[in-house]
C-alpha cells in the first residue's frame, strides 16, 4: 500500500509511504532534477516527515525520470549568489541532515548525479545506481568547488587519490566504474533498479529498529575519531542495545527459530 503525503505540501518533490519504506523523489524532470533553494528546503522537510512516522523504517531518495538523478545546483540561482552567501548553511546543511537521519537511507541512482546530485547520493548510507547513469563532480569546470560535502564525503568513500582525480578533472564515470570503486553498492540494469532497492530495504527492515539507529551513530559519529574513543561509543552503544526489549526478542526468536518481532524499544 502506497500512501502520499498530503500534510506538506510539496512543489518540488513526490512524498510517498510504500510497505514501510519513505520515499523522497525530486520531481523537476524538466529541469533535469536541480537543486534549487527550494527543493533543498523540501528535501528537509521531507526528511522529517519520514523521520517522525513509525511506519517508516527506511528511506529512499531518488528522482522522476531516467534521465537525471538530479544535475546539482540552479546554475541561474548559483551565478547570482554572493561571497558571504557561500557561508550559510545551505547545501551542505540540507546533505548533512540527510547523513545523520536516525533512519537508514539510499539513494536510488536512476540518472546523471552531477555536482550537487553526486553529493546529495553520497549523504545517503547506500547507493544502488542504473547502469545507464554518470556520476562526478564537475564543478571546476564553473570556478568552484564541490561544496555540498563532496570534497570530504567522496574522499571518505573512494580514497583521497580517487577523490582527487575525479574532482581536479571533473571525470563522470559510469555505474560500473561507481561500482568497481565503491562509490556505490550496485550498479543494476534500470529495469531492476526499484528492485534492487526494494530488496536492499527489505533486508534492513527486518533488523532490529533501535540497533540500527545505534550502528548508524556509532559510524557516522565514530569514524573521524580515535580508534579508542570510537570503541568506547561502540561499547556504550552496545551498553544501551543490550537493555531493549528487541535484544531480548531477536536473541529469544534466534533460539526459537522463528522471525522476531521488534517493538523498537
Not at 537508514?104 to 545506481?129: H, K, M, V
Amino acid at each position: 500500500m502506497t500512501t502520499t503525503s498530503h500534510e506538506i505540501p510539496f512543489q518540488n518533490l513526490i512524498v510517498e509511504v510504500e510497505d514501510g519504506i519513505g520515499i523522497i523523489k525530486i520531481n523537476r524532470p524538466e529541469l533535469r532534477n536541480t537543486l534549487s533553494k527550494d527543493t533543498l528546503l523540501e528535501i528537509e522537510k521531507a526528511i522529517d516527515f519520514h523521520e517522525n512516522r513509525e511506519d517508516v523504517q527506511v528511506i529512499v531518495i531518488t528522482s522522476e525520470g531516467n534521465q537525471s538523478f538530479a544535475a546539482g545546483a540552479d546554475i541561474r540561482q548559483l551565478h547570482e549568489r554572493t561571497m558571504l552567501e557561500a557561508l550559510v548553511p545551505g547545501i551542505q546543511a540540507t546533505f548533512r541532515k540527510i547523513e545523520l537521519c536516525s533512519k537508514p537511507t539510499i539513494a536510488a541512482i536512476n540518472g546523471y548525479a552531477l555536482g550537487g546530485g553526486c553529493e546529495l547520493a553520497i549523504s545517503c548510507d547506500i547507493r544502488i545506481a542504473a547502469d545507464h547513469c554518470k556520476i562526478g563532480l564537475p564543478e571546476l569546470n564553473l570556478g568552484i568547488i564541490p561544496g555540498g560535502g563532496g570534497t570530504q564525503r567522496l574522499a571518505r568513500i573512494v580514497g583521497k587519490g580517487r577523490a582527487l582525480e575525479m574532482i581536479l578533472t571533473g571525470t563522470l564515470i559510469d555505474a560500473k566504474r561507481a561500482e568497481e570503486i565503491g562509490l556505490v553498492s550496485r550498479a543494476v540494469p534500470y529495469e531492476q533498479l526499484w528492485d534492487a532497492v526494494k530488496e536492499t530495504a527489505n533486508k534492513i527492515k527486518g533488523k532490529g529498529p533501535v540497533a540500527i539507529r545505534l550502528a548508524k551513530m556509532v559510524i557516522n559519529r565514530g569514524y573521524d575519531l580515535d580508534l579508542d574513543s570510537a570503541l568506547m561509543m561502540e561499547k556504550l552503544a552496545q551498553t544501551v542495545a543490550f537493555a531493549t526489549e528487541d535484544k531480548s526478542e531477536g536473541t529469544k526468536a534466534f533460539l526459537e527459530k522463528r522471525k522476531p518481532e521488534f517493538k523498537n524499544r
